[in-house]
């Protein structure tokens, strides 16, 4: 009997390692940060659909991986004729947004949150309806963005740059129908920023264009000296 006993307790162990072994092993696919490695790289050369198979993909593989909504975002707002903004807010706001305060403990402002909330000016500002909420919840990480601060995976369709986001905030408290005093000189700091970076004079045309008209424009209201 003893002899029997053994052999099945042998026989169980064996059968027990096998099943572990065979759980643990096998294939096993990229990670989410492979994934979305691969979505940068097919993004960048305007290959959107393949990109957005591998974002897809990475979220699917890990829904906590915010950087895999934030390529998708992005593809939602540079293929814009297939695509809409509200599609790119549902990604850059109800996602990264209301997670920002992981994002943040993750210490992933820089690669995740700031691009994230620069997409998000650039279409939220072209409507007044939304002052409100990029006044409370975007301006203080914006404010923070470093004029000379470049997205690294910017492409033709889609640039993210911290000139366009102190442009874009200084128009949008300068535009404001509602302002105060006290907006209409943050939109005048915001000016200031771009009009003495170091960079300035070496600053795309576009860009020097829309800086120049905006300053005309403030100095006609008095927030300039002639």
């Known amino acids: 009997m003893k002899r029997f006993l053994i052999v099945i307790g042998i026989a169980a162990l064996v059968l027990f390692t096998g099943c572990g072994k065979d759980s643990s092993s096998g294939p096993s696919g990229p990670s989410a940060a492979e994934l979305t490695a691969e979505g940068w790289t097919l993004y960048e050369a305007d290959s959107y659909d393949d990109a957005l198979a591998k ?3 990475a979220i699917d593989t890990d829904s906590g991986y915010y950087e ?9 707002l540079a293929d ?7 599609l790119a807010n549902s990604d850059l706001q109800n996602v990264i947004y209301n997670n920002r305060t992981e994002i943040i403990n993750d210490d992933l402002e820089e690669e995740v949150l700031n691009p994230a909330y620069a997409a998000m000016l650039g279409y939220k500002v072209k409507s007044t309806a939304n002052f409100s909420f990029i006044n409370t919840n975007l301006y203080t990480t914006l404010n923070n963005i470093a004029v000379s601060w470049e997205f690294i995976h910017n492409n033709g369709d889609v640039e993210l740059n911290g000139v366009m986001v102190h442009l874009n905030l200084a128009e949008m408290y300068f535009y404001y129908p509602s302002a105060t005093e006290a907006q209409l000189q943050r939109a005048k700091a915001q000016l200031d920023m771009v009009r003495n970076w170091a960079g300035y004079a070496s600053m795309a045309q576009y860009l020097k264009d829309k800086a ?15």
Do not use: H, K, P, V
Request: charged share 25%; no cysteine; glycine share 8%.
């Open 55 to 57: 974002f897809e993909e």
């Open 212 to 226: 120049d008209a905006l300053y005309s424009q403030m100095t006609d209201a008095g927030l300039y000296a002639e």
């Open 80 to 86: 814009a004729s297939r695509y809409s903004e509200t």
């Open 68 to 76: 895999a909504y934030l390529g998708r975002g992005l593809i939602y």
